[in-house]
C-alpha cells in the first residue's frame, strides 16, 4: 500500500496518505511550495507545467476553503479545472463510486483531486483507476487529509525552520479528525521532537500513543512549553452523540484563551485548519492576535497544492 | 450400495481414541469395521490411504451457502460441492437466507436442493425470531420438525433482553440449542475492525472487545437462569474466552466455537483497505489470537468451524467500510487447522476432535466418529500435500479469502458422506 503512492523510479505518483512518505518526500514537496509561494505577490500569477492536463476536483462532502485552493492551485499550474459536487449528483441515482470513475475516466482526465466521507475510498480509486491517472486524496473520512498536514507543515516552517527541537500541542477531536491523523505522520516523519495530543477521552482513539505522541487530557499540563499549537474543528455533531455534554463546557475545559495560551512558549504559534468555532474551540482574541497564523494557512494552502499537484502529474509524465 | 475398504492408512477417531495405522470397512452406508480383521468383505472399491489420515468427515457449525436469496454469490451445490472437497460433510446454515429459514417451506426448499447436490449433508439453523427481527418468537416446534438442527438470529440483534429470555425459555421447551454470535450492537456502533493500533491509523469505525464480552455475559446469566443449552459461535477475544471458561467450570451447559481465521490473522495482519480482510467479529490482538488457541488446547472453545461467507466480487469492491464483511474459508479450515499443529498450539488429535467429534456432540447427531453402526462419513487427507489457493484449485464461488495466492499445506484427497464417494482428488 505504501507502494501505491509511488511509481517505478520512487517518485510521487499518486498523494493518498502521509504514511509510506520519506522525510525527503515530504521536503522536496515543502521545497517545491516554497518556490511557488512568492508567485502570489506577482502580477501574473501563472505558470504553464499542466497546461494541456485535466484536472477533476470530486468531492463527495462538502467544503469551500479546500475545494477552493485546489481550483486555483491547478489554475495557476495551467491545467484545465471541472469540479464536481457529487453528493448531489450521480451517486445519489445509485451509481456506485467506481462508475462515477470509470465515466470520468472516458472524458481523458489526468488527475482526480477527491474528497468522500469513507476512510479509504483515495485507496479504493488510486488503486481502481487508469494507470496514467494521478489521485489526490482532499480527505477521506477519519483516515487522511494530507494536504492540509503539508500546508500545516509549510507553515511551521516558515515560523519555526527546523522541526528537530519543536514541541507541538494538537487540541480537540482527535478521533474524528483526519487532519490530526496527517499532521501526526508528518510531524514524525520529518523529525519533531515532541507531538502531544489534547482532549477528553471520548475524543481520542484507542491506544493513540501507538501514533507516536504523548495524550493529555488536561489543556494546562498539555500546553507547557510547547511552540505549536494547532486547534481543531468541534463539529455540533459530537454534542448529539453522547462524546460530549456542551459547547460551554468544552470550551470550559479545552477552549485557548489568553491565560492558557500563556502556558506555552511567548513565541508559540497558533494554528486551526478552520473553518473556526469562535468562543467553543478558541477565544476570538487568539484567533486574530499576533500570535495566530490562521489566515497565513489559507494562503499557503494554494502553493503546498500546487506543489502536490505538480509533482504528481510530473513523476507521471517522466514515466510515459 | 458398494462396500469401500479404505487401507492403510493413519485412522484418527477421537470419539472412539483411535490414533492409528490400519483400514477402514464401509457396507450399506455405514462404517462396518474398522481396524479389525474383517472375513467375508468383498470391496467393491479398494482406497488406498498411504500417507495419509483417516477420520470421520468434519461437522461445520457455520457455513453460508447464500442459498435461497443470493444466488449470485454461491449456490447449495456450488458451496456443498466446495465443503465436500474441503472433507466437511455435514455443515449448518445458519437461518439469514432470503427468504429467512422460518417456515417448513423454505426448510422443504433447501433440503431439497441439497439432496439434489448429494454432497454434504445440510442442516438448518431456525430463525429464534420470526423473520429474524427480534421481536416475536419463531414457531421453533414446527421448525425442529421440519428438521432445524438449532435455533438462532444469525447477526440480526434482538428487541430486548426480555425477548432473550423468552426465547431462550421457550427453545429449551422444545430442547433446542440457541447458537449466538456475540455482539452488542450499540457497542460495535457499525465499526468494521478491531478497536486498536490499526483503526487508531487508518481512522476506521471500530469494535471494542467489550462488545462481544458484554454480549456474552448477558447470554450466560441468561441460558443459567432459562437452562437454555446455548452455544457461541465465532468468539474473538480473550474477554470472551474468560468469561467462557468460567461459566463451564460453574457447570453451565455451553460450548464455543472459534472462526478458523481467527486463530491465524490479527488487526496486525491487516493489509491496509484491502477488504478481503473485512471480516465479523474483526481480527483482534496478537494477545487474543494466542488466547483463542490457549482456549482451545484446554477446552474452553470446543470446536472449530470455518464461517463460510462466499462473496461476489462488487460486493468487496470498494472502500473498505462499505465492503460486505466476511471470508470464503471452507477451503481453507484443514491445511489452517494443520499449521496449528505445526505452530504446536494443538495436537493433531485435538485439532480433528474440534473439527468432528465436538461439534456433532454440541448438534446432538450421530456424526463425526468412525463408529461401527453410524453413517460413514469420512474425510482422508494428506497432510503434506502442498497447494496454491488459486483459480484452478479453488471451488467456492467466492474468492473473497486473504489466503489467495498462498500455498498451503495438507489437501484432501476423499471424501465419503454416507457411503458415497462425494469427492475424490
Request: glycine residues 6%.
Amino acid at each position: 500500500m505504501t507502494n501505491l503512492q509511488l511509481n517505478k523510479e520512487g517518485k510521487l505518483k499518486h498523494f493518498l496518505s502521509i504514511e509510506g512518505l520519506s522525510k525527503e518526500s515530504l521536503t522536496e514537496i515543502l521545497d517545491t511550495a516554497e518556490s511557488f509561494s512568492s508567485m502570489s505577490e506577482q502580477r501574473v500569477k501563472k505558470v504553464p507545467l499542466l497546461r494541456g492536463k485535466t484536472i477533476v476536483i470530486l468531492f463527495f462532502e462538502n467544503s469551500t476553503r479546500t475545494r477552493t485552493t485546489f481550483e486555483l492551485a491547478a489554475t495557476r499550474l495551467s491545467a484545465d479545472v471541472l469540479t464536481m459536487n457529487i453528493s448531489t449528483s450521480a451517486t445519489s441515482k445509485g451509481e456506485s463510486l467506481l462508475d462515477t470513475i470509470r465515466n470520468l475516466e472516458a472524458m481523458h482526465v489526468d488527475m482526480f483531486v477527491v474528497r468522500h466521507a469513507i476512510s479509504g475510498a483515495g485507496h479504493f480509486i488510486a488503486q481502481n483507476a487508469a494507470p496514467h491517472i494521478s489521485v489526490i486524496n482532499a480527505g477521506d473520512g477519519q483516515h487522511a487529509h494530507p494536504t492540509q498536514a503539508m500546508l500545516d507543515m509549510f507553515t511551521i516552517r516558515q515560523y519555526k525552520h527546523d522541526f528537530k527541537e519543536l514541541k507541538v500541542a494538537i487540541i480537540g477531536d482527535i478521533l474524528h479528525s483526519r487532519v490530526a491523523r496527517s499532521q501526526i505522520q508528518a510531524l514524525n516523519t520529518l523529525g519533531t521532537k515532541e507531538v502531544r495530543v489534547i482532549a477528553p477521552k471520548t475524543l481520542l482513539p484507542a491506544h493513540v500513543e501507538s501514533l507516536g505522541v504523548k495524550a493529555f487530557n488536561s489543556i494546562e499540563e498539555g500546553l507547557a512549553g510547547v511552540d505549536v499549537i494547532i486547534m481543531l474543528r468541534l463539529q455540533k455533531e459530537r454534542m448529539t452523540s453522547a462524546l460530549l455534554p456542551t459547547e460551554r463546557e468544552y470550551f470550559k475545559c479545552f477552549g485557548l484563551t489568553e491565560k492558557r495560551l500563556k502556558l506555552a512558549k511567548s513565541n508559540a504559534i497558533v494554528m486551526h485548519p478552520g473553518p473556526i468555532n469562535r468562543g467553543v474551540e478558541i477565544e476570538s482574541c487568539i484567533a486574530d492576535g499576533p500570535q495566530s497564523v490562521i489566515l497565513q494557512q489559507v494562503g499557503n494552502g494554494i502553493a503546498v497544492r500546487m506543489a502536490i499537484m505538480s509533482l504528481t502529474l510530473q513523476s507521471n509524465i517522466e514515466a510515459l | 450400495m458398494k462396500k469401500i475398504h479404505i487401507s492403510n492408512g493413519h485412522i484418527i477417531d477421537p470419539a472412539n481414541n483411535i490414533d492409528q495405522q490400519g483400514s477402514v470397512y464401509i457396507a450399506d452406508g455405514k462404517i462396518f469395521a474398522v481396524n479389525e480383521q474383517v472375513s467375508d468383505f468383498t470391496a467393491d472399491i479398494s482406497i488406498d490411504a498411504s500417507n495419509s489420515i483417516v477420520c470421520p468427515g468434519f461437522v461445520d457449525l457455520s457455513v453460508r451457502l447464500r442459498d435461497p436469496g443470493q444466488s449470485y454469490k454461491g449456490t447449495i451445490l456450488s458451496e456443498t460441492m466446495a465443503a465436500a472437497s474441503a472433507g466437511v460433510t455435514t455443515l449448518c446454515l445458519p437461518p439469514d437466507t432470503s427468504p429467512v429459514i422460518d417456515t417448513q417451506a423454505v426448510i422443504e426448499l433447501i433440503a431439497d436442493k441439497a439432496e439434489k447436490a448429494s454432497y454434504a449433508q445440510v442442516y438448518p439453523i431456525g430463525a429464534l425470531t420470526h423473520k429474524l427481527a427480534g421481536s416475536e418468537l419463531s414457531s421453533m416446534f414446527a421448525l425442529k420438525e421440519a428438521g432445524c438442527i438449532a435455533v438462532s438470529n444469525a447477526t440480526a440483534p434482538l428487541a430486548s433482553l426480555l425477548v432473550l429470555r423468552r426465547a431462550m425459555e421457550y427453545a429449551s421447551s422444545h430442547n433446542l440449542l440457541v447458537m449466538y454470535q456475540p455482539d452488542e450492537a450499540s457497542l460495535s456502533n457499525q465499526g468494521c475492525v478491531h478497536e486498536g493500533a490499526f483503526a487508531t491509523r487508518y481512522g476506521l469505525p471500530c469494535i471494542p472487545e467489550a462488545a462481544e464480552s458484554i454480549a456474552v455475559a448477558q447470554y450466560l446469566e441468561l441460558a443459567d437462569l432459562t437452562g437454555c443449552r446455548l452455544h457461541f459461535s465465532q468468539i474473538s477475544c480473550r474477554r470472551s474466552a474468560i468469561k467462557i471458561q468460567q461459566a463451564k467450570k460453574y457447570g453451565l451447559k455451553v460450548t464455543a466455537d472459534v472462526a478458523i481465521h481467527q486463530l491465524h490473522l490479527t488487526e496486525d495482519d491487516i493489509e491496509p483497505f484491502n477488504s478481503s480482510f473485512h471480516v465479523l467479529p474483526p481480527f483482534r490482538t496478537k494477545k487474543d489470537k494466542q488466547s483463542l488457541r490457549e482456549s482451545l488446547a484446554n477446552g474452553t472453545i470446543d470446536i472449530i468451524c470455518s464461517d463460510h461467507q462466499p462473496h461476489d466480487i462488487d460486493a468487496k469492491l470498494g472502500a473498505f467500510p462499505e465492503t460486505e464483511p466476511g471470508i470464503s474459508s471452507l477451503e481453507t479450515l484443514l491445511p489452517l487447522t494443520l499449521r496449528l499443529v505445526q505452530d504446536n498450539a494443538i495436537t493433531l488429535s485435538q485439532g480433528i476432535a474440534a473439527l468432528t467429534q465436538n461439534p456433532a456432540e454440541t448438534l446432538g447427531i450421530q456424526r463425526g466418529t468412525l463408529t461401527s453402526g453410524l453413517p460413514a462419513d469420512i474425510c482422508i487427507f494428506d497432510p503434506a500435500l502442498s497447494w496454491i489457493v488459486n483459480q484452478d484449485t479453488w471451488k467456492s464461488a467466492g474468492h473473497n479469502t486473504p489466503f489467495w495466492g498462498q500455498t498451503l499445506k495438507g489437501r484432501v484427497t476423499h471424501a465419503l458422506q454416507s457411503g458415497e464417494i462425494i469427492y475424490a482428488l
